[in-house]
């Protein structure tokens, strides 16, 4: 198997003294084998997140972070994609050692989702009621052991996400809610089984500013109540910054930064980093006429990967080392990790 | 000076229709009495919630949809209710960039066939010239003579919209409306698309709309910002008059929801009440009370208009 094997720089990292580990994730490669080759989606990523804390995975789209999400639920779709190597070690087990029937006994009962489009996520046939009543059926019996019981935790749960009259909304079908009233559902339902790990996935991309900080509020609410760790994947900086404590930026399948959230926005390493936080628009007055900073060029499609450092083309601080070499892992400071070779020898 | 486009009393509303024989259960009011000016070599910010009606609004202003009441000049002509060659000289001064930038472009035709059409269309030269001036605009908004023969597939996002751009300027149009023109690209490649666009409105004086969700955006681009609720503008001013005093509970509603890129401890923004309704609002009063944390007995009974609360700076609410 070839893993990379730069765990000597990565060891005690984000998660502070303290916190136990809930997941760990150690070289993990995600391919895709496509008639035009072979994809590296995610391309050896190490992350830790501690129990009770919310890590967010930002980065742009194509940059793989939807891929490492769907690759620890084991959910990649098995042709055209394949986990090709690496760990993902949550509460001690290896997750890619186990077999289906286990996997699916995890899946939505120890960890699930909440996926993006949440029109598009409910089955359009069945009453919302009965979608989360399935859940519990399926993954808790001793919770519910007939349909009628379980419809009444689903009614709780949807008090729970603030719908309000949940005994008649449970009779209600998908397309009778709207956008941020079916984002809340999804919630019900993935927080139906009291899990101990949820994976949002752009969880308020399609919903308007207003409903996000609606949904930011009850996921942040929910996860003290039932003390469960948060995987954020979005690409917004700005939810980043208010409900994460750590955070990962990806770019081109790797983790080009892994650090706190305080570290992170006051102190940002990675060239892309920085270039990401400058090309954010921000709410001041009298900005018209500013230029917006931006990164210069694309994301490189998988046919073109640069040699070297896949960002080196775009990056302001490029040096030679940066085009023949791919970079390793480097700890500035103590938790806070860097993949440029800027901070070699720090 | 002149407006360059009016608009006044603006109105479009469209039918509900439900069960199995699609009988008529309500309206919605998608535009519900506008007045908004455009000055020359302005940009308007028209910045709202989904299903406020702002894209309806643009889509009244192209004449892609027919207004059920108001007015709509343009340059000093009325151009409500015209039609046939009228409506086609109209279009020249008015062009559009929609939002998708992979649903706009059609997939069959090369990048040089789309930004020539329109000018094959309006008959604005010869073969020859429309050729050369492809190329011109091709390399105005940032492509290289080589994309010229590819297909819409073989780009990304941020290309594509400048594809889209090129071909919205190619009849050198005074007024371009933009559908959130930024709002499907990565980060990166929006403040590419927004620097590009303040570029070419200086190179070119245009005109523009530009519609948003994002205030933070519109910021960066517009001179006036005008803020919609349930197909009215409920408040309209200088940008910067937005950003630092907003007099409109709902614009205070909106810039608080905006996450800030800093971590800050203990800042959760303030909320709102219940969810934007998309139903008719056919009842009197205040279209925002239900959500608002400030309403009095005036909100419940009048329907707040747009005045003028200090130069340049329009509320409808009765609290400022």
New interface residues.
Partial sequence: MNTPHHAAETSGQAVPAGARTILEIRGLQTRFFTPEGEVKAVDGVDLTLGERHTLGIVG??GCGKTVLALSILRLVPEPPGRIVGGSILFQGIDLLSLDGESMRSIRGNKISMIFQEPMTSLNPVFTIGSQIAEVILLHQRERAAHFREALSVAEDMLRMVGISQPEKRIHDYPHQL????CQRVMIAMAMACRPDLLIADEPTTAL???????I??LMSGLKEEIGTSVILVT?????V??VCQDVAVMYTGHVVEHSS??SL??DPLHPYTK???R?????????????????PG??PTPRDMPQGCTFHPRCPEVMDICRRECPKDFDPYPGHRVRCWRYAGT | MNPLLSVRGLMKSYVIRSGAFGRSSGQIHAVDGVDLDLMPNETVGLVGESGCGKTTLGKLILRLEKPDQGKIVFDGEDITHATGETLKRVRRGMQVVFQDPFGSLNPRKRVRTIIEEPMVVHRTGSGREIRERAGELAEMVGLSPDMMKRYPHEFSGGQRQRICIARALAINPRIVICDEPVSALDVSIQAQVINLLTDLQDRLHLTYLFISHDLAVVGYLSHRTAVMYRGRIVELAPTGAIFTEPLHPYTRCLMDAVPEVSVKAGSPGRMLKGSVSREASSVPGCAFRDSCSMGTDECLGTKPVLREISEGHFVACHLS
């Fill in positions: 742009e789209s709207s956008g941020g009233m308007d500013v207003t409903t996000q900080a609606q930011l509020g690409h917004d900086l700005g939810v910054a208010q959230a305080e926005f006051s270039g990401l936080m090309s954010v628009p921000r709410l001041s007055a009298g900005s018209r006429g500013e230029r917006l900073y931006a990164i694309a994301v």
